[in-house]
């Protein structure tokens, strides 16, 4: 067995601290990897604190990994050692049912294997996340991450980035193209760099006026107020594609009347509570659609971070140490941070060694 350690959980009104495991000894078709970067995700937060009721303690989050590959398998081809490596959201899935062969293993019928409080199916437990110093993936899990981008920004794109590259992609958006993001925190930051490289005109929506400028640095074309009615009404029937990165239950229709004939509006936050019904005859009298859209197969997210390495864009983040974490997820609940933290993994190491 590998010997690890990192931060957990050790129940939901426990904060994150210490902790020594073990993960899997590499298979044939491992590969090992020291983490450098890792991201935090709001996900880890709802987990962590089992806000989602389905948490397996200990945990330990993280799912925004970049690092060095310092071993592999027998059978490994992908990857060697040395070798500047990413894994994201999942580590396995089934391999066989429609979505998987579709390279879909995001929406896999039997359920993906999450990259922490997911079933560990080489090992009896659970599997654990990258707020730790090193990590065990099939290598068909492992994603290839370019040396000529900044490392740390590198690693929130393994969530933020391919849930919103996802949709983006997938409705089609690109050159003459009206496109809507609504938020600009982690997701929304990143969809309008996306959008912007796309080709789109990018219009951001906010509550915060003191956004304005931030949302224009990163590539908006115009930034709206949603709680000034003028500003709303103006884009009325215009937009091709709104993507929607609000975790906060709030009203859909003021987003859904800005659509264009066949538009569609697109969700990417996961509320505690539903959002208050859409008013239907917002949808069938332009024809318009409401969708969801859930992070990115395995081939699309290598695609994003190609995109992402063509055109120079990482994550704008905000780097901690490891024992700052509990204060983050703190600064997490209040929007302060601009707009990702990422963990120095080298932190826990130097921690370790104190101890």
């Given at each position: 067995m590998l010997k690890s350690v990192g931060y957990a959980a050790k129940a939901a009104d426990k904060p994150l601290d210490t902790f020594q495991f073990e993960r899997r000894e590499v298979t044939p078709n491992d590969v090992q990897i020291e983490i450098l970067y890792c991201g935090v995700c709001h996900s880890d937060l709802h987990q962590a604190r089992d806000e989602w009721h389905n948490t397996i303690f200990p945990i330990v989050p993280g799912h925004e990994i970049v690092g060095k590959v310092t071993k592999v398998g027998d059978k490994v081809s992908k990857y060697k050692v040395g070798q500047t490596v990413g894994v994201g959201c999942m580590v396995d899935s089934c391999r066989t049912c429609s979505s998987c062969e579709e390279g879909l293993e995001q929406y896999c019928e039997n359920g993906f294997v999450p990259t922490y409080n997911g079933e560990e199916k080489h090992i009896d437990g659970v599997t654990y996340g990258g707020y730790s110093d090193n990590i065990v993936v099939h290598e068909d899990f492992v994603l290839k991450v370019s040396d000529k981008l900044d490392l740390a920004g590198v690693a929130p794109l393994l969530c933020a980035g391919i849930t919103t590259y996802s949709p983006l992609r997938h409705w089609g958006v690109g050159e003459g193209h009206k496109v809507g993001i609504v938020g600009l925190g982690g997701l929304g930051h990143m969809g309008v760099k996306l959008a912007s490289a796309m080709g789109a005109k990018v219009v951001l929506f906010t509550t915060s006026p003191g956004k304005v400028e931030d949302a224009k640095r990163l590539g908006a074309d115009e930034v709206v107020i949603s709680k000034n009615?003028?500003?709303?009404?103006?884009?009325?029937?215009s937009f091709d594609f709104i993507l929607n990165t609000v975790a906060a239950p709030h009203d859909l229709d003021a987003y859904m009347t800005l659509l264009k004939r066949d538009g569609s509006m697109t969700l990417v936050g996961v509320p505690a509570e539903p959002h208050p019904s859409p008013q239907i005859?917002?949808?069938?009298?332009?024809?318009?659609?409401?969708?969801?859209?859930?992070?990115?197969?395995i081939a699309e997210t290598q695609e994003m971070l190609d995109f992402c390495a063509k055109h120079n864009i990482t994550s704008d983040v905000e780097m901690i140490d490891m024992d700052y974490i509990n204060e983050a997820y703190e600064r997490m609940l209040k929007s302060d941070v601009k707009y990702r933290f990422v963990i120095d993994m080298a932190s826990l190491k130097k921690g370790k060694d104190a101890a």
């Open positions: 009615e003028d500003e709303m009404k103006a884009h009325t029937n005859m917002n949808l069938i009298f332009k024809r318009r659609s409401l969708a969801g859209s859930l992070i990115g197969g």
